[in-house]
């Protein structure tokens, strides 16, 4: 069925889901299809409209994780039901280029599980799709350069202009079958992810000497998740480690704390996790040989590591205010070298302009 109107809900940190929706548009208004796309980092997430009668609607996200972001899988879970809708399904992932060659980025569960919600709500898909865009997380590798920027841009363009055609001339386009067995394979790392993401990345995030406090990142941050604590930016929990604050930063002075992270996790977690276990063995004796009893050691190691970061990101947060242990912090975050590029989606496709 063509659909007479088509409404996108895109999710974005640094502007591929966005610059991808921008090119549906392009391509329905190209066939004269009334369209509205919707940020939703503007819109209201806790009250939905309910789809009108007949239209299709689209969600267009990053992938966080091996899914999509939580702020994504929420509102669509959230989303109304069916009113006889067709919806299509797209993820931007972290595309890579190597001399000529174009690498995918991996989607786990990222279109599945919102797929699944939606065919539960009674919506039939049109559409399933990744979009391999420049990787833009920067915590763990340096952006990429300009001109690959470019090149991957002007790729990713052609793919979705010719996705979008095909699903607004009432046509079925499911090519994320192709990835289906790899992306159950990697399923379950996406489930630890959430609590790695939320627990571990978000909280690595700091404001270095450079930060003139100009407000730029809470005022963009998409989620709200950036508050000031004691005149400083401070990352809560609602963060999605979206990247857009250390991304469009204009005096790079956002950095991912990799010495803290990795400096905590070791020294704070095998203190606590060994203390933890030496009083339980004074208490009871445990048969260490059992593989319930193995599989709770690790469970208790994980959930007390994660109980680290949440009390030590506030310590953290405090001592940046000492100079000595401010410098040892910056000089152990690799984001701080000049060569460490930021990522800038296509200028204009910048989410701030
Ligand atoms: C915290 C984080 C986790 C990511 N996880 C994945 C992933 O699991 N698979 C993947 O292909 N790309 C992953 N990426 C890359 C982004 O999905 C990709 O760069 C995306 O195009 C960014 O879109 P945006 O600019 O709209 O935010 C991740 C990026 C970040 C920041």
Redesign the pocket.
């Known amino acids: 069925m063509i659909p007479e109107h088509l409404t996108i809900y895109?999710?974005?940190?640094?502007?591929?889901?966005?610059?991808?929706a921008g090119w549906v548009c392009e391509e329905a208004a190209r066939r004269n299809i009334s369209t509205m796309i919707m940020d939703l980092g503007k819109t209201d997430r806790k009250h939905i409209m309910p789809p009108q009668p007949g239209s299709m609607i689209g969600f267009?996200?990053?992938?966080?994780?091996?899914?999509y972001?939580p702020v994504m899988i929420k509102f669509i879970a959230r989303f109304p039901r069916s009113r006889g809708n067709t919806v299509f399904l797209m993820?931007?992932?972290?595309?890579m280029k190597l001399s000529r060659w174009f690498l995918?980025?991996?989607?786990?569960l990222?279109l599945w599980m919102a797929a699944l919600i939606l065919l539960i709500k009674g919506y039939k898909i049109a559409g399933l799709r990744?979009?391999?865009?420049?990787?833009?997380?920067?915590?763990?590798h340096p952006g990429l350069k300009e001109q690959v920027v470019k090149s991957m841009f002007a790729r990713c363009k052609r793919i979705t202009t010719t996705f979008a055609a095909k699903i607004l001339e009432g046509k079925k386009a499911l090519t994320a079958f192709r990835d289906i067995v790899q992306d159950l394979l990697?399923a379950p790392?996406?489930i630890g992810?959430y609590f790695v993401?939320r627990f571990i990345?978000a909280k690595s995030f700091y404001a270095g000497e450079n930060c003139d406090n100009c407000d730029l990142c809470i005022n963009h941050c998409p989620v709200k998740a950036i508050l000031k604590v004691d005149g400083r930016p401070f990352w809560s929990y609602r963060c999605?480690?979206?990247?857009?604050c250390m991304n469009e930063c204009p005096k790079r002075a956002i950095q991912t704390a990799h010495g803290y992270v990795i400096g905590a996790m070791c020294l704070f977690n095998m203190v606590v996790v060994i203390y933890f276990w030496q009083t339980v063995a004074q208490v009871i004796t445990l048969p260490l040989d059992n593989r319930w009893i193995k599989l709770l050691v690790t469970l208790t190691g994980w959930f007390l590591s994660f109980l680290t970061m949440v009390i030590t990101y506030r310590v953290f947060h405090y001592l940046l205010r000492v100079p000595v242990l401010r410098e040892i912090f910056y000089y152990t975050s690799i984001t701080r070298f000049r060569f460490w590029r930021r990522?800038k989606?296509r200028a204009n496709m910048r989410?701030s302009e």
Do not use: Q
């Not at 267009?60 to 899914?67: A, K, L, M, Q, Y």
């Not at 993820?91 to 595309?95: D, L, Q």
């Not at 995918?104 to 786990?108: A, M, Y």
């Open positions: 895109f999710f974005s940190g640094t502007g591929n889901a966005r610059a991808v267009i996200s990053p992938t966080h994780g091996f899914n972001p993820n931007t992932r972290a595309g995918p980025g991996l989607s786990g990222a990744s979009i391999d865009m420049p990787s833009n997380w920067i915590s763990v990697i790392i996406s992810y993401g990345f999605e480690s979206c990247m857009r990522y989606a989410i």
